[in-house]
């Protein structure tokens, strides 16, 4: 089956410090990736996707990630940590098919220190 | 903000009881979803939908069943909860485009719901 692994559940960045939260998808294929911010007691709100094209994909709130087809992954990076980053981030997969098809990481919650 | 609703947004129930959680959209979108999430395990699809009475299983339907009279309303019940479904229950909705239906979901606030 077709997977989606976030490497670390729990991630600590001071504030001003460079965020980076890991994504590698499991298919020779590359799928659509997207990446989710979840902020306490609240929905999904979709940070960004990657389609086809250019493969640096920015995002709200001064996210990026970069989709590598040949290490299958698609890393989420901020230069300079918020406060108000402090949610959880679940990246996900559509490999093929409709949005019903889309596979979900298990999330890597990211905790800012001042 | 998609306008998405969940009710009831928290709900405590006693094993063996059904349950109806209720999503209501004012995107007429055509697509609707219910997802439960769970500590190390992400979101898992339940069960969605893709029109008026048109249901179709997710990857973890057990236990659960849908309806879809109206465009606006998908409805998830628990026929008899179990505490294995306490769980946060979510609703996301979502339009096709293109060829390969690339689209972004939109996600209610969602349904904290503890079977005891």
């Known amino acids: 089956a077709q997977s989606v692994t976030q490497l670390g559940s729990h991630v600590s960045v001071s504030e001003g410090a460079l965020v980076l939260l890991r994504c590698n998808y499991s298919s020779s294929v590359p799928p659509y990736l997207f990446w989710y911010v979840q902020y306490p007691n609240q929905g999904l709100q979709l940070l960004l996707k990657?389609?086809?094209?250019?493969?640096l994909v920015k995002g709200i709130n001064g996210f990026e990630a970069e989709f590598k087809k040949s290490e299958t992954s698609f890393h989420l990076t901020k230069p300079s940590a918020h406060m108000s980053d402090a949610a959880e981030y679940f990246c996900?997969?559509?490999?093929?098919?409709?949005?019903?098809?889309?596979?979900f990481g298990t999330g890597t919650k990211l905790q800012v220190i001042p | 903000d998609a306008g998405i609703t969940q009710s009831p947004r928290h709900k405590v129930t006693e094993t063996g009881t059904p349950v109806t959680l209720r999503c209501h959209q004012t995107?007429?979108?055509?697509?609707m979803y219910w997802y439960r999430q769970d500590p190390g395990h992400g979101l898992r699809l339940i069960h969605y939908?893709?029109?008026?009475?048109?249901?179709d299983k997710g990857e973890v339907s057990d236990g659960y069943s849908v309806s879809r009279s109206k465009t606006e309303d998908f409805l998830l019940t628990l026929e008899s909860a179990t505490s294995s479904q306490t769980s946060v229950y979510f609703c996301a909705i979502s339009e096709s485009i293109g060829e390969r239906d690339v689209t972004e979901a939109f996600f209610g606030q969602g349904t904290r719901l503890t079977v005891v």
């Open positions: 939908s893709y029109g008026v009475k048109d249901t």
């Open positions: 996900a997969a559509q490999y093929s098919g409709g949005y019903q098809k889309v596979t």
């Open positions: 990657y389609t086809t094209g250019a493969t």
């Open positions: 995107e007429n979108h055509r697509y």
